[in-house]
């Protein structure tokens, strides 16, 4: 299993779409947290947790990077070297999923040190009460489970529906449209989704009335079991092209 994973993550290493992934999420976190702070005024606690939270969007950003990744191998037609290697797809798709989590820690530490730190620095000038240590741990530990568990979803993702375009496109219309649609049912369903899940979970904290902090990281845990647990049945009864 080591090799394994030693090998999806020289993958993941040796090709520019991470690179790319993650110079993105570094730069749209900053331009985000940097617009907030700088052009407006936050008086509440909420208003500068908002303005620091950088794994809400930053987490669908990289749950394309797992979608993309994943896809690429059967778009480049990659997979069955590396199933000729190791026969067991179970082992290889979690070797998988293992080496994208990883990546997606690198990026996240990375993005909460820079966006935090800046963070901290421009919010001493900002007026109402200030943020605890608790709040900035919080939201930098919720940042980068955002990122870690939505690379890991996007493995599952793109392992389900194998086309690359298909994966990309369906993500985004499932999270800005199809999730915001459940609200018809009952307003209460939206608190429930993935994409509000990931929002509360980068916040460091649940509005009232939505799951606390604690549940909506069991509930991203559970999303991305279920997507991962999904694309390891559909990939073991796939031949393999």
């Not at 617009?35 to 008086?43: A, C, E, G, Q, R």
């Amino acid at each position: 299993m080591t090799r394994l994973l030693r090998g999806e993550l020289i993958k993941v290493r040796t090709t520019r779409t991470a690179i790319g992934f993650g110079a993105a999420g570094l730069l749209l976190s900053l331009a985000a947290a940097l617009l907030s702070i700088l052009t407006s005024d936050l008086f509440s606690v909420d208003d500068k947790r908002n303005a620091l939270n950088f794994g809400g969007g930053i987490g669908i950003l990289f749950l394309l990077f797992g979608a993309v990744g994943a896809t690429g191998e059967f778009r480049h037609r990659t997979l069955a070297p590396a199933v000729l290697i190791a026969p067991d797809r179970l082992r290889l798709l979690l070797a998988r999923i293992g080496a994208y989590k990883l990546a997606g820690l690198a990026f996240g530490l990375i993005i909460a040190i820079i966006v935090l730190g800046i963070g901290l620095a421009l919010m001493g000038g900002e007026p109402g009460p200030e943020l605890s240590g608790g709040d900035y741990a919080k939201i930098g530990i919720g940042g980068v489970l955002d990122v870690v568990i939505s690379a890991a979803i996007g493995v599952g993702v793109g392992t389900l529906v194998r086309n690359q375009v298909a994966a990309v496109i369906g993500t985004l219309i499932w999270l800005t449209i199809l999730e915001p649609l459940t609200g018809v049912l009952h307003h209460h369903v939206t608190d429930y989704t993935l994409g509000s899940t990931l929002d509360r979970v980068g916040r460091g904290v649940g509005d009232p009335g939505d799951p606390s902090w604690g549940t909506s990281i069991l509930l991203l845990i559970a999303w991305g079991v279920v997507f991962c647990v999904l694309g390891a049945v559909v990939d073991r009864r796939r031949d393999v092209e």
